[in-house]
């Protein structure tokens, strides 16, 4: 009896659109965020996030019924987030399908905000959204989709928010994000280690080895990965068969 | 058939409802006592705050209807914090009384382990069970939660680890229990409702 690793697909949405942010190109349209998470709840995935990424006000205006259509395609977890704000925001993305919400910029602003939400929808719908960025022997919490140095201490502030009751850690290296370099295993085992709360890696996935290194040397209890599930070279069914080949805990039946 | 979804104001009930629908199941969300005296059976749905949770079924009148229903035989499934509410207190929330219907105490999730339990974990299955009927012993489940029942616990059909042995599966009588979430536990959770369903029938 073990508790599997889990492989989370995510999805950055646009104004109802999955998209992919390519160097020096901007956005490229990666298709529907309802077919794309009917494919991955198919194919095994452990859990789905959808994060809104849009800039634009109509853009946000679309996420709740995002939220509504992807809900309705699964029988696994989903977890959603981007530009929560307050308590209300985060109970019409619950209200909408979501299990977990994902907080960043607000909490580190206002970091009751965390507190409230954990104390009305449970520490396991909470899930702190952690961008961070070496600095030095540590590392530095940034907001804003990696825009703001916030001056806070990535370790500390984990556990801070864990204190105020996030259940979850949806770790980001900006440095390795969109680099294919693999998932940075030093800064992952770093915060899975001071935290008592699961940790979900993110950021540099490339390949099957990236995450086999991400659960053993990263000590990640999660990994998640955008754009390489989303062109149909690699199946999460092919690189389940990959981890449990080499002893990683995978759900395999479904 | 009608199946009652206790609505106590807060948790995901859109998914509990999607996963009956599927199996052909007729489902009403019950915010007034009748509407649990007219149903065939009673889904608790939970998450959040186990005083929450009893809070809200006071406001609505809805726990002397939960056990009358219990004294009663009908069929009743909890699922996550609404399996918790089966048991007399929780260590979430000393002092305020849960259903009672087991006289157990719900205990808090130790320290020396990732706390909230979140992920897909396994079963071991120590009685006979009519919800993992069909289910294979080393299918998955889906868990997301910080306490639990004890696996001493009289009811308990099926175990799970996590710090401690605790109850993963309660079944004495008409009244079942899950912890984990079998409307997001993909086919297998799918089946664990529908033999819930089958057995109602």
Known sequence: ?254 | MKIAIVDYGAGNLPSVERALGKLGVETERAIEPPQLESAEAIVLPGVGHFAAFVAGLRERNLTGALRAAFDAGKPMLGICLGLQAMFAASDEAPGDAGLAFFPEQVRALPTNVKSPHIGWNQLRQTRESSLLRGIASDAYFYFAHSFAAPATAEPTVAACDHGFPFAAVIERGSVRGVQFHPEKSGETGAQVLRNFVESIQ
Not at chain 1, 188 to 215: C, H, K, M, N, R
Request: proline fraction near 3%; charged fraction near 25%.
């Open chain 1, 1 to 254: 009896m073990t508790l599997a690793r889990r492989i989370i697909p995510c999805l950055d949405v646009d104004a109802g659109r999955v998209v992919k942010g390519i160097e020096f190109e901007g956005l490229r349209d990666m298709g529907d965020p309802a077919e794309l998470g009917a494919r991955y709840n198919r194919e095994g995935a452990d859990e789905l996030v959808v994060l809104d990424i849009s800039a634009s006000v109509e853009g946000r205006a679309t996420f709740l019924d995002t939220i509504r259509r992807v809900a309705e395609q699964l029988n696994i977890p989903l977890t959603a987030g981007g530009g929560i704000r307050k308590m209300e925001d985060g109970r019409a993305v619950l209200r909408a399908g979501a299990d977990k919400v994902t907080v960043n910029t607000a909490a580190v602003k206002r970091p009751e905000l965390i507190s409230e939400l954990s104390q009305q929808f449970g520490a396991q719908a909470v899930v702190l959204s952690l961008d961070v960025k070496r600095k030095g022997d540590s590392w530095e919490a940034y907001t804003r989709g990696g825009r703001d140095a916030t001056g806070l201490d990535a370790a500390k502030w984990a556990a801070e928010a864990v204190e105020r009751g996030a259940g979850e850690i949806l770790l980001t290296s900006i440095d390795r994000d969109g680099t294919c370099s693999g998932f940075d295993c030093e800064l992952t085992a770093t915060i899975a280690q001071t935290v008592p709360v699961p940790v979900i890696a993110s950021g540099g996935a490339s390949t099957f080895e990236d995450f086999l290194a991400v659960y053993t040397e990263g000590r990640a209890d999660a990994a998640l990965a955008a754009s390489i599930f989303h062109q149909e070279t690699r199946s999460i069914t092919a690189m389940k068969k990959f981890l449990a080949e080499r002893g990683v805990p995978i759900r395999l039946s479904r």
